[in-house]
């Protein structure tokens, strides 16, 4: 474990000293910021447009960081010939490959906390921003009943994309763990390459499916092969549901509180395929590993 955990140190180190890492949690923060001010003309549904698009935002600039973080882990160091010695430390290579995981995930994480914590802020003044003629005089600092419930939407709405974040480290921890699968065997080119296709194949496994169904036998056997071992990504996504709507969880109602807990409650079932599929996932790494020569 002392091996396990100084691997996932290290890598964890390397991926925050990458400037592609600072360059895209960079461009992440000022994107989101620079939509902020950008109007869309929804007719004060702004704010719905503003989570959605904040959640691809994040979602695009997390999942290339950890992509390439992945994809590199592995294939720089069998290629500069470190991998010898790191595996004489360690002693076995599904410590390497757990280890180097581990630390690629662990820099998602931070990157996503950065980007989550200024998105729930900016979601929190984009609704003051996108406030109606009639709750205008709510946004400016003041006492009473409609202010105190005009703050606590605010808060409400902000809170609500907090399921999307977790559902969006999910998503790129899936993809993350593919990334390595792959630089087991390709170089970190083709690896995040490859990744991405399974990220757009991911995403269109049901229409993907429909088609099967009308191919040919040959075909429909091939695509079905293919899409059993692409991850099915779309459960991670509700950005539509989460844009649309205003969970409450300090409301005092009991429809809120249950809503709530659903949406948790899903996140939950989220976390256990993407947990199934990245141990599936860092298993067929290891064996890929093992197969390849580090001479």
Do not use: C
């Not at 691997?7 to 600072?22: D, G, K």
């Not at 991998?83 to 280890?99: E, M, P, Q």
């Not at 509700?238 to 809120?256: E, M, Q």
């Not at 659903?262 to 790494?285: H, I, M």
């Amino acid at each position: 474990m002392r091996a396990l955990a100084g691997m996932a140190l290290n890598t964890f180190r390397e991926t925050t000293r990458e400037p592609f890492y600072y360059l895209l949690v960079s461009a992440g923060v000022a994107v989101l910021a620079i939509s902020l001010w950008l109007r869309s003309f929804t007719f004060y549904h702004e704010t719905d447009m503003y989570k959605d698009l904040g959640l691809s935002f994040i979602l695009l600039f997390v999942m290339l960081a950890g992509l390439l973080a992945a994809a590199t882990g592995v294939a720089r160091e069998v290629e500069a010939r470190t991998a010898h010695t790191i595996l004489a430390k360690s002693g076995v290579r599904w410590t390497f490959i757990v280890g180097k995981y581990l630390g690629v995930l662990a820099g998602v994480v931070l990157a996503l906390a950065v980007l989550g914590a200024v998105f729930v802020v900016a979601v929190y003044y984009r609704v003051e921003m996108d406030a109606g003629v009639l709750e205008r005089p709510y946004t400016l600092s003041g006492l009473g009943e409609q202010v105190e419930a005009f703050r606590w939407r605010q808060i409400n709405q902000a809170l609500t994309v907090v399921p999307g974040l977790v559902l969006v480290g999910l998503q790129v921890a899936v993809l993350s763990a593919v990334a390595t699968a792959l630089s087991a065997r390709f170089s970190a080119a083709a690896s995040v390459g490859l990744a991405l296709g399974v990220f757009v194949v991911g995403h269109l496994v049901v229409f993907l499916e429909s088609a099967a169904r009308t191919a040919g036998a040959g075909a429909r056997a091939a695509a079905e092969g293919v899409l059993t071992l692409v991850p099915f990504l779309e459960i991670f996504n509700i950005n539509d549901r989460l844009s649309r709507s205003i969970l409450t969880p300090f409301a005092d109602t009991g429809g809120s509180t249950a809503l709530w807990g659903e949406v948790w409650a899903y996140v939950g079932l989220a976390a256990l395929y993407a947990g199934a599929y990245v141990a599936a996932a860092l298993g067929v790494a290891t064996v890929l590993f093992r197969r390849r020569s580090l001479a």
